[in-house]
């Protein structure tokens, strides 16, 4: 059973920072594709930045390049988000996620609150 364990989350005012871990519970890490997504009150999840655990390159949507990055630690088997010069309308709650590329099975965190105040 994969196991996605989401952290870091929390009220942070407009222009603020935050840093988001994701701890997986994965037995090979180059089987997946890794990123996150969010989802604001009565909105669709949508995509935020994803990779490919063994190879480049990183993906962002429009509204988080060049403030948002995504990062990973091997060695503890984490993947991060650092958000940067955040925005009101960046409050949501953020999904890490992780697909298996051989058997397309998709895999999904419970999710941490980002709320970022003007």
């Known amino acids: 059973q994969v196991q996605l364990v989401e952290s870091g989350g929390g009220l942070v005012q407009a222009g603020g920072s935050l840093r988001l871990s994701c701890v997986a519970s994965?037995?090979?890490?180059?089987?997946?594709?890794m990123g996150w997504f969010r989802q604001a009150p009565g909105k669709e999840r949508e995509f935020v930045a994803a990779?490919?655990?063994?190879?480049?390159?990183?993906y962002y949507a429009d509204s988080v390049k060049g403030r948002f990055t995504i990062s990973r630690d091997n060695a503890k088997n984490t993947v991060y988000l650092q958000m940067n010069t955040l925005k009101p309308e960046d409050t949501a709650v953020y999904y890490c996620h992780a697909h298996d590329v051989m058997s397309l099975v998709e895999y999904w965190g419970q999710g941490t609150q980002v709320t970022v105040s003007s």
């Open positions: 990779f490919r655990w063994s190879e480049p390159p990183t």
């Open positions: 994965l037995r090979d890490f180059s089987s997946y594709a």
